[in-house]
């Protein structure tokens, strides 16, 4: 993929969850992101709002950004439904206006929007809108339990709590220690930090496990050992259960690591409690023991805004609540504890 310089939107959502591209690519694509737009925060330090460490600026408008030569505008949150605020549309406007792509993961679909095409064009510009399913996909047949390769997929006690995190983690320590690992992307953060992938929740419900299928078979044939998918929901939760379970029957997968974050009560933007680890590690496992054995080795957690004793406490409890199972924060402590608890259960 070409180097990419990007202008990243938060505008008035610049938080570790809501704004979790931006944080992502921070993480994964620092060099780059040029600066990141958020007037309500604009000459704070960025990393100490985002949890990640970065001398990226943030600016107050595109015009701010200009000296800086950004060359894309992407949008950089995950608000509830993917629905793009309004107020936007002037900056996506002027952004084209001023040589910039733009790169849309909401499922407010920018190529919809007759005004933003035209004045793209008009400007020799493009609009990448990542949740436009561009393929053809089947439905699921259970053709992913025979590939060559080990099939792994982080699942969570809640939805935006580290899978994406997890995965790529896991991904690249595997790569590491000497396996051929292949990160799959199913979000859209995780298409564009990969560059590759499919946005799994702006596929028709039917053909989820398909598209999943399809990608894991299509990874099995570059001759990996190892496919890492990411993790979409959370099976209990009521509004995003679909895909998760769309995901697991796609993946069929060898293992499972649980991601859970040990500060959140109630599932995100409902007031159902969050499952006991020990029930979400058996409601996983007896989901798929009909169709493939599989089961959950590690947890991975979300300790974001503890110090490091409530980090180690954390750990030190899940170990206790899961029987002895390894655990990790991949950011904060890790993934090493996760990679040997997977490569230990498949040894």
């Known amino acids: 993929m070409p180097q990419r310089r990007m202008l990243v939107m938060t505008d008035g959502h610049l938080d570790?969850?809501?704004?979790?591209?931006?944080?992502?690519l921070l993480r994964y694509c620092a060099d780059e992101v040029v600066a990141v737009l958020d007037a309500q925060h604009a000459g704070a330090d960025l990393a100490s709002i985002v949890d990640v460490q970065t001398h990226v600026p943030i600016v107050d408008s595109v015009a701010a950004a200009l000296p800086l030569q950004p060359d894309h505008l992407v949008i950089g949150v995950a608000n509830p439904g993917g629905i793009l605020p309004p107020a936007w549309r002037a900056t996506i406007i002027e952004a084209l206006a001023n040589g910039m792509d733009v790169i849309n993961g909401?499922?407010?679909?920018?190529?919809?929007?007759?005004?933003?095409?035209?004045?793209?064009?008009?400007?020799?510009?493009?609009?990448?809108?990542?949740?436009?399913?561009?393929?053809?996909?089947?439905?699921?047949?259970?053709?992913?339990?025979?590939?060559?390769?080990?099939?792994?997929?982080?699942?969570?006690?809640?939805?935006?709590?580290?899978?994406?995190?997890?995965?790529?983690?896991?991904?690249?320590?595997?790569?590491?220690?000497?396996?051929?690992?292949?990160f799959v992307a199913t979000g859209q953060t995780g298409v564009l930090v990969a560059g590759h992938g499919e946005v799994i929740d702006a596929v028709k419900s039917d053909f989820v496990s398909g598209a999943v299928e399809t990608l894991v078979?299509?990874?099995?044939?570059?001759?990996?050992?190892?496919?890492?998918?990411?993790?979409?929901?959370?099976?209990?939760?009521?509004?995003?259960?679909?895909?998760?379970?769309?995901?697991?029957?796609?993946?069929?997968?060898?293992?499972?690591?649980?991601?859970?974050?040990?500060?959140?009560?109630?599932?995100?933007?409902?007031?159902?409690?969050?499952?006991a680890l020990d029930e979400s590690i058996a409601l996983h496992q007896q989901l798929l023991a009909p169709i493939h054995a599989s089961r959950v080795v590690a947890v991975a957690l979300n300790c974001v805004g503890m110090s490091?004793?409530?980090?180690?406490?954390?750990?030190?409890?899940?170990?206790?609540?899961?029987?002895?199972?390894?655990?990790?924060?991949?950011?904060?402590?890790?993934?090493?504890?996760?990679?040997?608890?997977?490569?230990?259960?498949?040894?």
């Open 217 to 275: 078979l299509e990874a099995d044939e570059e001759g990996v050992e190892f496919i890492v998918v990411e993790g979409q929901g959370a099976m209990l939760h009521p509004g995003f259960s679909g895909v998760t379970l769309g995901l697991m029957h796609g993946v069929l997968p060898d293992r499972m690591i649980l991601c859970h974050q040990p500060s959140r009560q109630f599932m995100r933007h409902t007031r159902i409690p969050v499952p």
């Open 16 to 24: 570790v969850f809501v704004a979790k591209t931006a944080v992502s």
């Open 106 to 182: 909401l499922h407010t679909l920018l190529t919809d929007d007759e005004e933003l095409v035209r004045c793209a064009a008009d400007h020799g510009r493009r609009i990448h809108d990542l949740r436009r399913v561009t393929r053809t996909y089947p439905i699921g047949s259970g053709k992913a339990a025979g590939t060559r390769a080990r099939r792994i997929l982080t699942v969570g006690t809640d939805c935006n709590v580290g899978k994406m995190l997890a995965s790529i983690e896991l991904a690249r320590d595997l790569t590491s220690r000497g396996h051929a690992a292949r």
């Open 308 to 347: 490091p004793q409530q980090i180690r406490e954390s750990i030190d409890q899940t170990q206790r609540a899961t029987g002895g199972m390894p655990a990790a924060d991949c950011a904060r402590t890790g993934v090493e504890p996760l990679t040997d608890a997977l490569l230990e259960s498949l040894a």
